[in-house]
């Protein structure tokens, strides 16, 4: 449910731009009382869909904490997460993001339109992720902006523990997610607001329902791979 809330309120963002409602009446309109009004539901759905994946990941720390090499791993691990949270809250020097990724939606809230900018030839690129920058910068700052960047690596290990897990067992699986935050070039970009890791979020789920297509002939986990994929340019 998280990646097709992410997906819309993206949706939402870029049409609102569109006419010119990138301000903070129209989105406390659209992402405020609308919401609680029609998504209660929902909400509760993506609060049980997160207590899961973290009740999933402790319950393999149990089973972790007998191996030794696994409980140094872990470690390590838990302090690069918390070290790159602190990150998250630096002011944002890296370039693509002061030139594209955080640039654009700034100038989206400053007018309050989502146009392409001539010259800036990344306004012409799919900006997904950077309508949901849009979001944070217009309510926050930058620091929100690379906040979600980092939810969406977590996400990323998360849908990974969970695709592993059902060959694997859970200690191989939570292995395979520290494996993958721990690469340095993931979690280097993990407090920078890029779009990279909301792209390995969409692709590595897409692929995980579509082992589960292959494993099962199930044409609706096919279409989510297909949806996850389009998502994900």
Same mark, same amino acid.
């Given at each position: 449910?998280?990646?097709?809330?992410?997906? #819309?309120?993206?949706?939402?963002?870029?049409?609102?731009? +569109?006419?010119?409602?990138?301000?903070?009446?129209?989105?406390?309109?659209?992402?405020?009382?609308?919401? *609680?009004?029609?998504?209660?539901?929902?909400?509760?759905?993506t609060? &049980?869909?997160?207590?899961?994946?973290?009740?999933?990941?402790?319950?393999? @720390?149990?089973? +972790?904490? $007998?191996?030794?090499?696994?409980? +140094?791993?872990?470690?390590?691990?838990? *302090?690069?997460?918390?070290?790159?949270?602190?990150?998250? =809250? #630096?002011?944002?020097?890296?370039?693509?993001?002061?030139?594209y990724? #955080?640039?654009? !939606?700034?100038?989206y809230?400053?007018?309050?339109?989502? $146009?392409?900018? !001539?010259?800036?030839?990344?306004?012409?690129?799919?900006?997904?992720?950077?309508?949901?920058?849009?979001?944070?910068?217009?309510?926050?700052n930058?620091?929100?902006? /690379?906040l979600?960047?980092? %939810?969406?690596?977590l996400?990323?290990?998360?849908?990974?523990?969970?695709?592993?897990?059902?060959?694997?067992?859970? =200690?191989?699986?939570?292995?395979?997610?520290?494996?993958?935050? &721990?690469? !340095?070039?993931?979690?280097?970009? &993990?407090?920078?607001?890029?779009?990279?890791?909301?792209?390995?979020? %969409?692709?590595? #789920?897409?692929? @995980?329902?579509?082992?589960?297509?292959?494993?099962? /002939?199930?044409?609706?986990?096919?279409?989510?791979?297909? =949806?996850?994929?389009?998502?994900?340019?």
């Amino acid at each position: 449910f998280q990646a097709i809330g992410f997906f #819309l309120i993206s949706l939402l963002i870029f049409l609102a731009g +569109v006419f010119g409602g990138i301000n903070k009446i129209v989105f406390l309109g659209l992402f405020g009382v609308l919401p *609680a009004l029609f998504l209660r539901k929902e909400w509760l759905e993506t609060y &049980s869909e997160t207590k899961y994946f973290i009740g999933k990941i402790f319950a393999a @720390r149990k089973s +972790v904490c $007998r191996n030794t090499i696994l409980t +140094v791993a872990s470690i390590l691990s838990f *302090a690069l997460l918390l070290l790159n949270l602190i990150n998250c =809250t #630096l002011p944002p020097t890296e370039r693509d993001a002061l030139k594209y990724h #955080l640039k654009l !939606p700034a100038d989206y809230v400053k007018t309050g339109f989502v $146009r392409p900018e !001539p010259e800036n030839f990344f306004s012409f690129f799919p900006q997904t992720t950077e309508m949901l920058y849009t979001f944070g910068l217009l309510f926050f700052n930058d620091n929100a902006a /690379k906040l979600l960047h980092f %939810y969406f690596g977590l996400l990323t290990a998360a849908v990974i523990f969970l695709m592993i897990k059902r060959f694997a067992g859970g =200690t191989i699986a939570l292995l395979c997610a520290i494996a993958f935050y &721990s690469v !340095p070039v993931a979690s280097r970009i &993990s407090s920078w607001a890029y779009v990279d890791l909301a792209l390995c979020f %969409y692709t590595i #789920l897409a692929l @995980r329902y579509f082992s589960l297509f292959v494993d099962k /002939k199930d044409t609706g986990a096919l279409i989510i791979a297909g =949806t996850m994929c389009g998502i994900a340019l």
